[in-house]
């Protein structure tokens, strides 16, 4: 069901872990425009062909066979992530998928996570981070989301004064903490988010065994 709604403009490969899982996977096969941060040009040879590909950052860690397609940015204020996202949005991409940004590094994991709020806010574009077991997206004020019965919904609040939810096992308030939205369950084909300000809802491929 994901994978036929998301109607991606690039996806951006960053330098954690490869993607194992099926969605994931059939989105960078299927992909049109991949940008690869610099680093995870060790994974230029499981990337399709039919593709157009580029790779961006500061040069440090890409195979000199690979130059020749590096848009090298020197400034080191932004991450690779960043650098990545801002040359999809030169080219007009708006509906961006991110993989391969969780893993390894727990750190890199959480900032990562933590720049698609940014990315919203500071670049009106839609992100979309997958990884091998779901996938967060972003929202401000109401909305509601696809969903199954029994898949695991975790909400982040960024902000708002005002969380409530509908279709949802627990009903969602303005959480304080990170960790308080955590751990939440679908009870159907939709749920729905009322809200004064921004959020995270990350939401699983399977259901709760």
């Given amino acids: 069901m994901l994978h036929s709604q998301l109607k991606e403009d690039a996806v951006i490969l960053a330098d954690g872990d490869f993607p194992t899982a099926d969605v994931p996977l059939r989105i960078l096969r299927e992909a049109r425009f991949i940008v690869c941060c610099d680093g995870a040009a060790r994974h230029a040879d499981q990337l399709p ?7 961006i950052g500061d040069g440090d860690s ?9 848009h090298q940015v020197a400034e080191q204020e932004d991450n690779d992530l960043t650098k990545a996202t801002r040359f999809c949005l030169s080219r007009g991409c708006r509906r961006i998928a991110y ?8 750190d890199h994991t959480l900032g990562n996570i933590a720049l698609l709020m940014r990315y919203r806010r500071d670049f009106a574009i839609e992100p979309m981070m997958l ?7 972003t929202a401000e004020g109401d909305a509601t989301f696809d969903s199954f019965a029994g898949q695991q919904v975790s909400l982040f609040n960024f902000g708002c004064q005002r969380l409530e939810s509908t279709g949802l096992k627990w009903q969602a308030y303005p ?25 995270l809802v990350y939401r699983t491929y399977a259901a709760h065994s």
Avoid: H, K, M, V
């Fill in 131 to 137: 990884t091998d077991y779901g996938y967060f997206t």
């Fill in 62 to 70: 890409i195979p000199d066979a690979l130059r020749p397609r590096l």
């Fill in 99 to 106: 993989l391969g940004c969780t893993g390894r590094r727990e």
């Fill in 49 to 55: 062909a039919t593709s157009e590909i580029g790779f």
């Fill in 175 to 199: 959480y304080a903490e990170l960790w308080q939205g955590t751990l939440n369950e679908a009870l159907t084909t939709q749920f729905t988010i009322r809200a004064d300000g921004p959020y």
